[in-house]
């Protein structure tokens, strides 16, 4: 798996990290945007706003996963 990795996906440092940068450091980045590399399968490169897949839509799990991030940061927003 890490020699694939290393051909068809991108680094954890720094490259790896730069769509999260991205996506945090943008000002006019439209809300609910996704963000991934842009080259081919958007497995490597660039960050951009990318399509994202179905799973990511799902409200039950969204709230769930916030749920959690709550729970394990002890954090809590209204939604």
Same mark, same amino acid.
């Given at each position: 798996?890490?020699?694939? /990795? ?5 680094? !954890? ?6 769509? &999260?940068?991205?996506?945090? &450091?943008v ?5 609910g ?5 842009d080259?081919i399968?958007? &497995? !490597?490169g /660039?960050?951009?706003?990318?399509g ?9 799990m969204? !709230? ?7 729970e394990? &940061?002890?954090?809590t927003?209204?939604?």
């Open positions: 798996m890490g020699v694939l /990795n290393k051909v068809v996906a991108q680094s !954890r440092r720094p490259a790896g990290a730069l769509p &999260t940068l991205f996506a945090a &450091t000002p006019d980045l439209p809300g945007a996704y963000i991934g590399p080259g399968g958007e &497995t !490597r /660039n960050p951009r706003p990318v994202s897949s179905a799973a990511s839509h799902d409200r039950r969204q !709230r769930a996963l916030w749920e959690r991030a709550e394990l &940061t002890r954090v927003f209204p939604l």
